[in-house]
C-alpha cells in the first residue's frame, strides 16, 4: 500500500502565505478532485492548531473546543479519503523542536513533508517591520534595522520568523532532506502566479484549475502610512490591551486593514547603506541551504538581495506626509463614522415601529 503523505506548510511569514492559503481553502473542492483535502473544516481551525502546538491558546478569546484540536487531528485526518492532504499555517515556522515532533507524531501513518516559502531579506526586513507595526510595535524603522543587522534581543521575533537555516533545520531534524521543499519567493516584476505555480508543483496539483483570485487577507502599508500607526502605537499607551479582541480587532483590521492600506504609499524599503550586510548574510545562508540539498522549486538565487538603483538613502519619512496621511486619515474615519451612526440610528427605528398584528386564518 502506498503511504498516504500529509504537506505541512509552515511559513515563513510575508512570503506569500496568506494568499497561498485563501487560494487552498477557497479550491477545496478543485483540490479534492486532484487527491488532496485540507482537514477540518475552515482556516481558524488551522490557526488553533498552530496556535495549540506552540502553546498560545487564549481562554478569552479561542473558543473550547480549539484546546482539544491537537487531540483531534487524528479523527480529523482519518476522515479525510485523498492520498495528500496538507496543514497550512504561516505561524507554525517558529515552532521549537519538540513541537516539530510532536506534531510529526500525531501525523503517524503518513509520510511528511514540509513546504518553506522564502523570500530574499532585503524585501523581508522592510515587511517584517510593517508587520510588526501592525501588531502594535513602537519601534521605529531605524532603530529596528539596527537590532536586526545586530541581532538584538529586540529583533529575536523577526529572525525566529525569519532564519531560513534556522527554521528548516527544526522542521527538518526528523524528515530527509527531499522531503523539505523549499519553494523561492519570485523576484519583483516575475509573471503573476509564478509563486501559486511552484507550489503548486510540490503539491501535485494543477494552479489552473484553482480560485486564484481570491481576496488577499494580508493588508500593506505604504513608509508613511506604516510610520503614523507606529505614532499612534506609542499615543495609545495602555489602550486597547488585549492583542487580538482590541488591538488586533481596531488597530490592526480596522484601522490599518481598512482606512490607512486605502491610502497606497511606497512601502518601506531596505535603505542602500544595509545592501552589502544584507547581500553577505543572504550569501551564506544560501550555501548553506544548498549544502544541506533540500528540494528547492524556483532558484536559491533568488535569495539573493538585488540593490535597485532608486534604493532609499535613509529610513527616514518626512514629517509633511506624516501630517497629510495623519488629516487623510481622519477624513476617513469621519464618513466612516457618519455611515456607523446612520446605520444605528435606521436599526434603532426599526427596532421601536409597531409590529404589525398578524390574522389568525
Known sequence: MIQRRCYVHVGCPKTGTSYLKSVMWASREQLAAQGLELPFSAPSDHFHLTLALRGMLDEEMDPPKAFSILERLPLALAQTQTPRVIIIHESLAPATTQQVRRLVNLLDGFQVHVIVTARDLARQIPSGWQQRIQQRERMTYPDFLTAVVDRQPAALDFWINQDLVDITARWAADIPPDRMHLVTVPRTGARPGLLLDRFCSVLDVDP???????????????????????????ALGDRLPHPRAGYG?????????????????????????????????????????RRRGYDVVGDLDELLPVQPADAPADAE????????????????????????????????????RPQRGRDVP
Not at 489552473?208 to 493588508?219: F, G, I, M, V, W
Not at 506624516?322 to 427596532?351: F, G, H, P, T, Y
Open 208 to 234: 489552473t484549475s484553482l480560485q486564484a483570485d481570491t481576496p488577499r487577507e494580508n493588508s500593506s502599508l505604504g513608509a508613511v502610512q506604516a510610520e503614523l500607526l507606529r505614532r499612534i502605537n506609542v
Open 317 to 352: 519619512v518626512s514629517e509633511a506626509a506624516v501630517a497629510a496621511a495623519a488629516a487623510w486619515a481622519m477624513a476617513d474615519m469621519l464618513e466612516q463614522r457618519e455611515r456607523d451612526l446612520s446605520r444605528i440610528e435606521a436599526l434603532k427605528e426599526r427596532a421601536t
Open 249 to 289: 480587532r481596531l488597530g490592526k483590521r480596522y484601522l490599518a486593514g481598512r482606512v490607512l492600506a486605502s491610502q497606497g504609499g511606497t512601502p518601506p524599503e531596505l535603505p542602500h547603506d544595509r545592501y552589502d550586510w544584507c547581500g553577505r548574510v543572504s550569501a551564506d545562508v544560501v550555501a548553506e541551504l
